[in-house]
């Protein structure tokens, strides 16, 4: 790849103002692709889970407003044809990277479709590289990205939801397309830089990072991990520079 891959946008579609807002500063950094979840894989059930398929409607009204491409997520086999209609790349929850008769249907009837695979939480590499051929061996020729967003380790839940393993990144990074989620490693929006950082100098080829419309903006979902747009212009500067320091 030759220029970073980035992703951004809000945890969760939750309307159409805040989404179109958020998307317009992006672009305006030159952000291509819009992030955002519609249906959600909440830990508890008492969780907003996303707007569904209204979430996918305002998705489109935003890339049709402002060009942007579009990143969300599909939860389950029965929802691939209505997600696919609206994704330019189709996403793989953490949490179904296991989930092999999703893989395997993606890889089936979404065969030319971008996909972003996120690592499970708790997945070691073998089970990733499993998880990879699944897409491929089932017909899965289009771009696939693979996303490092942090794993379970002794540390969780003391100053972070999850470690961001850099070494998976430096690992991978000769043989896949692999990009880093700082966001859900941090958990809390002041650490987000700083693994943002420690991604792209581990080779990562992108990242994918949650913002929020304004400061006074609480997402209903990772609102801890949600940084202003002001902020993740001050990273995208710094990791373009970083990665032009190290990779160019
Ligand atoms: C997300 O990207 O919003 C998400 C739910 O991430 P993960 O699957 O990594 O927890
Ligand atoms: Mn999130």
């Not at 220029?3 to 807002?21: F, H, N, Q, R, V």
């Not at 500063?25 to 819009?34: A, F, N, P, Q, V």
């Amino acid at each position: 790849m030759k220029d970073l891959m980035l992703i951004a946008g809000p945890c969760t579609i939750e309307t159409l103002e805040k989404t179109l807002s958020i998307a317009k500063k992006l672009k305006s950094l030159g952000i291509e692709y819009l992030r955002g979840g519609a249906f959600k894989p909440r830990t508890e059930p008492e969780s907003f889970q996303g707007l569904g398929e209204k979430g996918l409607k305002i998705l489109k009204e935003v890339k049709e407003k402002t060009g942007m491409k579009i990143v969300t997520e599909v939860m389950g086999p029965e929802e691939i044809e209505l997600v696919m209609q609206y994704a330019d790349i189709l996403q793989i929850g953490s949490r179904n990277m296991h989930n092999y008769d999703l893989l395997k249907k993606i890889g089936k009837k979404a065969s030319n479709k971008d996909v972003l695979l996120k690592r499970g939480m708790s997945a070691t590499k073998k089970e990733l590289l499993g998880s990879i051929r699944y897409l491929k061996q089932y017909g899965h020729i289009g771009r696939l990205y693979i996303c490092e967003r942090g794993i379970r380790t002794f540390s969780n839940g003391e100053y972070d939801r999850f470690t961001l393993d850099v070494s998976l990144i430096a690992d991978l990074k000769d043989s896949y397309d692999i990009i880093v989620d700082p966001s859900h490693a941090a958990g809390k929006s002041s650490l987000v830089e700083y693994l943002a950082y420690s991604g792209i100098a581990a080779g990562a080829k992108g990242f994918m990072i949650e913002v929020k419309a304004n400061e006074e903006d609480i997402p209903k979902c990772d609102a801890n991990q949600a940084i202003t747009i002001e902020k993740f212009a001050e990273i995208l500067r710094k990791c373009k520079e970083l990665h032009k320091k190290l990779y160019k």
